[in-house]
DNA sequence: CACTTGACCTGTCCGC
DNA sequence: TGCGGACAGGTCAAGT
């Protein structure tokens, strides 16, 4: 599901909701996305506040007063909902979360804090994890080694991310904007996003894009991704933020799910493809290869 | 190394 | 109404 404006608004939401929660109890009987020892648990995360909520990339990282952290992937249908200790739905909507009463059958793991509140770890898919690592081991993991920078960073340039392609020069421009290690967060949302934005085919090799091409691109990364914050994400099918509520991105896109519908910019009808595996949606007079 | 494809899962939608 | 197949926001492990 989410990608890096949906992670961000997950982020933001934890922020506001749990930090200073102290841990009561925690259950989960899916050890594949909860695969933790017994023993760390109960010394390091039952008992212990909550103390921040970072986000790298797609990656939730709720840090802990025992100096663990829980490393959490959305993955494709992950959601993190916080429900207070007077209902058993989110809190963003007036007669409870949008997605149901919890916890539900797709609960993979439940927190439990001290005050009776409770932050639910639901996961259609079963592909998303929850992982309880020493906050000082996080830069560690082989993905946080390998990830690329943050686009929205004040201080990344075009420069830059022109040159993080150079590794990817003979893949598809959209496959190497959907590699993590390349550039930080972008998904299948906004790579379809950003490209037409900056008026590139998603097949065309990352070795014919022109220098004010990466620049475009480098706007549009940064322009769908800082819109989606705005509007809380993209709700395709499943992606609820930390109150269950839904985000309004897709209102605004201009080709992700619009196959059939016109291009804003020539009438053309929007069309669906396939590239770097993944199904993509292009303007197909706007976007030539 | 760089690059592509299949696998991991459950649920939904679409055509027959 | 049922059934099979394709497909869904991501990432890895294999393969070439």
Known sequence: MPELPEVETVKRGLHRLIINRKVAAVSSDYPKGFPNAA?????FLIGACITNVRRRAKVLLIDLSSGYSLVVHLKMTGQLVFVDNKSRFGAGHPNGSLIGALPDKSTRVTLSFADGSHLYF????????????????????????????????????????????????????????????????????????????????????????????????????????????????STNRNYVNAEGKKGSYMDFARVFRREGLTCSRCDTKVVKLRVAGRGTHICPFCQQI
């Open 39 to 43: 023993a760390d648990v109960e010394q």
């Open 122 to 233: 639901n996961d259609q898919r079963k592909f998303g994890w929850v992982k309880l690592i020493p906050t000082v081991e996080i830069p560690n993991i082989d993905f946080m080694k390998r990830v690329g920078p943050e686009p929205l960073e004040a201080d990344f340039t075009p420069l830059q991310f022109r040159e993080r392609f150079t590794r990817r020069a003979r893949s598809s421009i959209k496959a190497a904007l959907l590699d993590q290690s390349v550039i930080a967060g972008v998904g299948n949302i906004y790579a379809d996003e950003a490209l037409w934005g900056a008026k590139i085919h998603p097949s065309r090799l990352v070795n014919t894009i022109t220098e004010a091409e990466f620049e475009q691109l480098y706007i549009e990364v940064r322009f769908v991704m800082n819109l989606s914050i705005e509007k809380g994400g």
